[in-house]
DNA sequence: TCAATAGTGTCTGTTAGACATTATGGA
DNA sequence: TCCATAATGTCTAACAGACACTATTGA
């Protein structure tokens, strides 16, 4: 009898500026996420982190569940159900062996149901960004202003102004400097900043229609 | 053998001024969601919408999947995984019998899975209106400026400014006045609108730091 | 006439974005 | 020295929220 359901996993990173998804390089021209049967007695978020945890090699920086996808799509697993996860490493983790870095975007040569929750992931991690911290788990714990910049501006897919952005920050009181300073190429060096959330007051003022049909 | 997996239904709408979801009054002091088990043959959307439609009589307003829920807390189905839909019925729409509009928030009686089903929707619903018209999609297809404000204080859970809201709204391009009229009680008699998004730019222009930790 | 609600015009403080300028390194 | 990037100050247009006012009904 087939399994019952499967486990999904789309680890998320930022390789060369835009956004990763950990696959492994199955055959010449198929990729596959990793998955596993469900372990019917665990709860999900464990069984996901302790997947994650073994595929990366270490612990995700970020994890929520993508969804369940439970057409007739294919799947690896013959399953008909599959719940999957979104994990986030930081930029710079290393792809295990037998596995790669491949875009998000893009042609990815996964089996269709996987490639419906890759198609998700973009949306799901640009909506989330404003309500969880996305954009600091794809940054190593030390980053520069410019480098956090360019994470929003990547998951936005906009520029920002970088003035703007900088007093918006300054208001969140998301950051905190470092006495650390990193020099890179030409240019006057950048200060490190880590992510340290001091729970101020930060509420929503203005209400948006950000939807059309 | 117990069942694979079953498919919940969590039916919102509006009742006296609150969230409610409609449940089954099972005996004394139990509720429980609509629910059915899982067809794994059909998509599961398409499976949500068919139960919704059963239970409500009618097709509801929005479909949107909350997601899947695989402790080992307690379901009636026995089945180790549910996965979780929200559909919504306008406001008015009447309770089938056997069931009843319960509130959203406060003690549910619910079986503790669904119990967590029904924890998570306010905050779904708070952050999906944001992307999509889930206040109209609560209010009857003509409702008042004023009926829609109140739906939006309900969801965002604060006052909001009346000649703000309105010209927030006015910009945003999403109703369209009708030439009907109401009289309700005393006052002045409020013009109907409809929601008719012509769709005319309506980027974010700002960005927001919503998060804490 | 009074009370209650709908709807609108004006003012003001806040802020996003534009622009310009200084600061500081490497080439 | 020139160039590239970091960091910051100032200005302005847009806008959210406050306030006040008019409009229109039922009691």
Redesign the interface.
């Known amino acids: 009898m087939t399994p019952?359901?499967s486990l999904d996993i789309v680890a998320c990173t930022v390789e060369e500026r835009e956004l990763a998804m950990l696959a492994r390089t199955a055959g010449q021209r198929t990729r596959e996420l990793p998955w596993e049967v469900?372990d019917?007695?665990a709860?999900?978020e464990r069984s996901a982190l302790r997947i994650a945890r073994s595929v990366l090699g270490e612990a995700p920086a970020w994890v929520a569940?993508l969804?369940?996808?439970?057409?007739?799509a294919s799947h690896p697993s013959k399953c008909?159900?599959s719940?999957a996860f979104v994990v986030i490493a930081p930029a710079g983790t290393r792809a295990p062996a037998g596995m790669a870095w491949v875009p998000l975007a893009g042609d990815s040569k996964l089996p269709a149901r996987q490639r419906t929750m890759a198609a998700d992931v973009t949306a799901m991690l640009r909506?989330r960004m404003?309500?969880?911290?996305i954009a600091f788990r794809l940054l190593p714990a030390r980053f520069t202003l410019s480098e956090l910049q360019r994470m929003?501006e990547l998951l936005?897919e906009r520029p920002?102004h970088k003035a703007?952005?900088r007093r918006?920050?300054q208001a969140?009181a998301?950051v905190e400097a470092t006495e650390e300073w990193r020099s890179e190429g030409r240019g006057r060096p950048a200060q490190l900043y880590r992510y340290a959330?001091r729970?101020e007051a930060?509420a929503?003022r203005?209400?948006?229609?950000?939807?059309?049909?």
Do not use: K
Request: net charge neutral; hydrophobic share 45%; proline share 9%.
């Open positions: 019952v359901s469900l019917p007695l709860p999900l569940q969804g369940a996808y439970g057409d007739r008909a159900l719940v909506v404003h309500t969880a911290p929003y936005l920002l703007s952005f918006t920050l969140s998301l959330p729970s930060n929503r203005s209400l948006t229609f950000d939807f059309l049909g």
